[in-house]
């Protein structure tokens, strides 16, 4: 598996070969080239003159900002709307979007993360016209993108859901079978039993437990929920203290056990390190690690697999990951062109390439880019098209908003389980202790 | 009046104005005022609108509304508040004992004079003059749980035989801070007393050495007593930028594991910038003056002396 640029897959469209599979998609990459400004109709009447600034992350894979790049000149030859965009790491894009909110000046628009834009909803164009056309034209939003778009509280749509690069699982093929796993488990008690018989084996699987926004994040909430623990109640009382939770902690508990020392202190980047340099045999992650080493570790890349998250006692999929959407700010002298902008990214015509390209890094919000040729081109990126199936936002069941974005901030949950894992606090005490933790969050 | 125009000449606008301007009462307080602006507006106003938004609900983009002490009162029963504020302490309190010691013991070293001894001096500076980030970044490395270049050391001589988890537990991970900003330090100290050794006066030294002083002696009664005030000077500025230090500790480890290493700056913008609640991110970062302050105390009378 080669990395796939928009080049080479619109030379693999051309092919007759790709077209049965490609159809859909090759009909619209033509209409795209085809279409030439004076055709263009656009769903927003722009200002005259609009110029527009985007902050966005850099992408994990460098192809996903080269596809992009090209749409946005693509929407700028289309309308005249010159777009500059700035990449940042994507944990500074937070920061610099909150001071954007503060000051009320700086991006028209911003490729955020979690519940950026439920901290300062009033801050927020309403994007519910882009959002409804969307979700019209593509079979609707999965659950958890709209719990990171739609306000309740406003009954509006504040950010448009982009999508998430997902999290499964990565693995070594023949080190699983070594330790007696023909195929990766597929449930919480076969997945400990192959983390015991990898300990045994010298190959650990390694999950992080330190201050790792990310990966600390997701694989402790999917445990959690796996067991059917939750943060909080549906009308926001703390909800983190129960027997599941307890349940769930002594799980992460028999886990533990099972990893490399160090666990404790990894933040985002260690998983994929320990992962391509064989320290670890098992990692939960984005498709990253799958992609980095298909292009840059020839001797590994035919034993690195990918498999769904393994399903916990609740019976269906708990998967939590790391989600982007895009808002745009009040203060903007544009909005029009920057709904307009969010719109057309967000059409098949641009998205079905981007996505392409990037091999699903990010998996689209939309319900019907599930259809799209590259989650079935290979069936190690078969698990990332489903991440957003069952998926919960932070906070869950609680409401999205600034009680959820402090908690996740303050690494209430990930505390919990390292409290419990590494402090050797009982799971009960360490239930406890978040409680406390929770309450005064959302008191 | 007739009298006084015949011996004192009248004196044009021009010149009026600048016979004012050149009073003490005048061109004083007019030479200082840019650097009242600057220092108003830079320092005193953010200061004074973080005071505000602690004693305010205000997230981000919301002015919030005035509640009083309520801000301090949550952190002060908050356990990761006071975690971070022991570790702040403790922090800031090991680390300058040892950069205050080591610092001396290298100045003293330095301030002989030996071949490449201009060499020395100038490589000692490096990890003061590097980029924080940057430093940080290569420690992570160097105490990295996998593929830490210490552990390979200490496993290549024999002293241990599996990787040391310095990142990973409470008192390892703290330690390891305090021991990667001492590296840090130490050349600001360093230098601070090569400053001071070298403005001490040898006649001092020779006297003593006349005396039978021995070499110790002559550092307790001669060198250190001289050394004292730059050692405050040093000290109070040390400790005011290590008590603030953020970078290091957010680049290593985010406050963790289990908030372990979170100090009042991390804690600040986990809660303000990133969590959105700027009233109680304003409260921890304001509830650091007090200790600021007699810090800040201390480097100006110690200046003044």
């Not at chain 1, 400004?37 to 080269?66: C, H, V």
């Not at chain 1, 609707?140 to 448009?160: C, H, L, N, P, T």
């Not at chain 2, 305010?56 to 975690?83: A, E, K, M, Q």
């Not at chain 2, 002696?217 to 730059?230: A, D, E, G, Q, R």
Request: proline content about 5%.
């Amino acid at each position: 598996m080669h990395n796939i640029n928009r080049r080479d897959f619109l030379k693999l469209s051309a092919s007759g070969a790709a077209a049965a599979t490609l159809g859909p998609l090759l009909s619209t990459q033509a209409f795209a080239a085809a279409q030439s400004a004076g055709d263009y109709k656009p769903m927003f009447e722009i200002e005259d003159n609009a110029e527009l600034q985007l902050l966005r992350w850099t992408g994990f894979i460098k192809s996903d900002e080269e596809v992009w790049d090209k749409n946005t000149e693509r929407f700028t030859q289309l309308t005249g709307v010159k777009v500059q965009k700035q990449s940042l790491t994507w944990t500074d894009v937070q920061p610099k979007s909150a001071l954007a909110a503060q000051l009320g000046s700086g991006p028209d628009i911003i490729m955020g993360w979690y519940d950026d834009p439920f901290i300062y909803p009033d801050q927020l164009v309403d994007v519910s016209e882009v959002c409804d056309h969307l979700g019209k034209t593509y079979g609707g939003w999965f659950d958890v993108a709209k719990s990171y778009g739609y306000s309740e509280e406003q009954k509006r749509w504040i950010a448009v859901p982009v999508g998430a690069p997902g999290n499964a699982m990565t693995y070594r093929k023949s080190w699983v079978q070594e330790a007696g796993f023909d195929e990766f488990p597929t449930d919480f008690d076969g997945f400990l039993k192959m983390a015991r018989a990898l300990k045994k084996n010298g190959h650990p699987i390694g999950l992080p437990l330190g201050h790792a926004v990310g990966d600390a994040n997701s694989w402790v909430h999917w445990v959690l929920w796996g067991f059917g623990g939750k943060q909080a109640n549906e009308d926001n009382s703390v909800a983190i203290n129960s027997k599941e939770t307890v349940e769930a902690l002594d799980y992460a508990k028999a886990l533990f056990e099972t990893m490399p020392p160090g666990v404790s202190s990894w933040l985002d980047a260690n998983n994929n390190r320990a992962f391509l340099s064989g320290h670890i045999s098992v990692a939960q992650n984005g498709i990253s690690i799958w992609h980095v080493a298909q292009n840059e570790f020839p001797k590994l890349k035919d034993d690195i697999h990918n498999a769904a998250n393994p399903v916990g006692p609740v019976g269906h999929p708990t998967t939590y990951n790391l989600f982007t959407q895009a808002f745009v700010f009040k203060y903007t002298k544009y909005p029009n062109a920057a709904k307009e902008y969010l719109r057309f990214m967000l059409e098949k015509e641009q998205t079905a390439p981007w996505v392409t390209a990037m091999t699903g890094y990010v998996t689209p919000a939309l319900k019907a880019y599930s259809d799209l040729p590259i989650w079935t081109r290979n069936p190690d990126i078969t698990p990332y098209r489903d991440v957003l199936v069952g998926s919960h936002f932070d906070g869950w069941a609680g409401k999205p908003g600034k009680a959820a974005a402090r908690a996740l901030n303050d690494f209430v949950i990930v505390d919990m389980f390292a409290d419990a894992c590494v402090n050797g606090v009982s799971s009960k005490d360490a239930a406890a202790n978040a409680e406390k933790r929770l309450k005064d969050v959302y008191s | 009046m007739a009298v006084q125009s015949a011996t004192r000449p009248a004196l044009s606008t021009w010149q009026r104005t600048l016979r004012t301007l050149d009073t003490v009462n005048v061109l004083g307080p007019l030479l200082a005022a840019p650097a009242t602006i600057i220092l108003l507006t830079l320092l005193a106003y953010p200061l004074l609108l973080g005071v505000w938004l602690s004693l305010t609900d205000s997230t981000l983009g919301t002015p919030g509304h005035f509640i009083g002490f309520h801000n301090y009162l949550v952190l002060f029963r908050d356990p990761v508040y006071r975690g971070a504020a022991f570790y702040s302490v403790l922090y800031t309190f090991g680390a300058e004992i040892f950069k205050m010691s080591l610092g001396l013991g290298l100045a003293l070293l330095l301030n002989r004079k030996f071949r490449g001894y201009r060499i020395a001096r100038s490589i000692m500076l490096l990890p003061w003059v590097a980029p924080t980030v940057l430093s940080a970044l290569a420690w992570l490395w160097l105490l990295d749980p996998q593929f830490s270049a210490l552990s390979w050391l200490l496993q290549q001589v024999g002293l241990i035989h599996s990787n040391i988890d310095f990142l990973g537990t409470k008192w390892a991970a703290r330690l390891s801070l305090i021991a990667v900003n001492v590296w840090r330090g130490i050349p600001y100290f360093a230098i601070g007393y090569l400053a001071g050794l070298q403005a001490i006066p040898k006649e001092l030294l020779e006297a003593a050495s006349i005396d039978g002083a021995s070499t110790w002696n002559k550092f307790v009664h001669v060198t250190w007593p001289l050394l004292i005030p730059i050692t405050t000077i040093l000290v109070s500025f040390s400790s005011i930028w290590t008590i603030t230090d953020f970078q290091l500790i957010w680049t290593m480890t985010h406050g963790g594991p289990v908030n372990s290493t979170q100090v009042f700056t991390t804690l600040a913008y986990q809660r303000a910038i990133t969590g959105g609640s700027l009233g109680q991110g304003a409260a921890v970062a304001i509830s650091i003056i007090p200790v600021m302050l007699i810090l800040a105390w201390f480097a100006v009378r110690s200046t003044r002396e």
